[in-house]
């Protein structure tokens, strides 16, 4: 059971270019999400986070945006870079009730190519 | 600041081998976490802990063990490896849980043959 699903696995942009990165959730526990960036042979780093009371999050170039009716969260990067070339992974946590630990729960990962 | 270092880096075992995948932090975090990453199926929780002495089961703990037995170590022991514990391990720790990042290690890439 896949709580969390990044249903594209890779996207290619161009540089200066909007890159959105996609994230849907099944929990209606969840009331965190994050996103973290990924290069290879590295940890993940966290790159911005949105709580469930907002529907936005700006961070410089990375912005957060969430639609909970929809159950759905994107990031988009503007301008894009080379450098953003990674793989993204969001993730959600619930953080309410005693049965909810907050644990982070990962979707799959998304392979942005940001073309020079 | 070393943050959340992983030792080793790379290791390859024979099925029902056994090691220990260590961890340690220097952020005096509470919060410490196993993950597992496999081919396009992200990061899958192992298993946490919340403190010296508490640990408890992720989504995937089966063929595993922990134990924490200071705050800054949080090393994941695999009794007898299989073929399905290939994969690259990340170790992760934080301040608080939920409603808060959670710094990575850089991983430990095991191959069981």
């Known amino acids: 059971d896949q709580q969390v699903k990044q249903n594209s696995p890779s996207l290619s942009v161009q540089e200066g270019r909007i890159s959105i990165l996609n994230c849907d959730y099944t929990?209606?526990?969840?009331?965190?999400f994050l996103w973290y960036k990924k290069y290879p042979a590295e940890g993940p780093t966290f790159l911005i986070s949105?709580?469930?009371?907002?529907d936005k999050n700006e961070d410089g170039r990375f912005t957060v945006f969430l639609n909970k009716s929809a159950k759905h969260l994107s990031l988009h990067i503007v301008p894009s870079q080379p450098g953003d070339s990674a793989v993204y992974f969001c993730?959600?946590?619930?953080?309410?009730?005693?049965?909810?630990?907050?644990?982070?729960?990962f979707g799959q990962g998304t392979t942005l190519q940001v073309k020079p | 600041n070393a943050g959340v270092t992983q030792t080793p880096k790379f290791r390859i075992l024979k099925i029902g081998q056994s090691m220990t995948l260590q961890c340690t932090q220097d952020?005096?975090?509470?919060?410490m976490y196993w993950y597992r990453q496999d081919p396009g199926m992200g990061l899958k929780l192992i298993y946490y802990?919340?403190?010296?002495?508490?640990?408890d089961k992720g989504e995937v703990p089966n063929g595993y063990n922990v134990s924490r037995s200071t705050t800054e170590d949080f090393p994941l022991r695999l009794e007898l490896a299989a073929p399905s514990q290939t994969s690259v391990y990340f170790c992760?720790?934080?301040?608080?849980?939920?409603?808060?990042?959670?710094?990575f290690g850089q991983g430990t890439r095991l191959t069981v043959v």
């Open positions: 992760a720790s934080s301040y608080s849980i939920g409603r808060t990042e959670a710094f």
């Open positions: 929990n209606s526990m969840f009331d965190y």
């Open positions: 949105i709580s469930s009371i907002k």
């Open positions: 993730a959600a946590s619930a953080n309410r009730g005693s049965s909810n630990t907050g644990k982070l729960i």
């Open positions: 952020m005096n975090h509470n919060y």
């Open positions: 802990s919340v403190g010296a002495g508490i640990t």
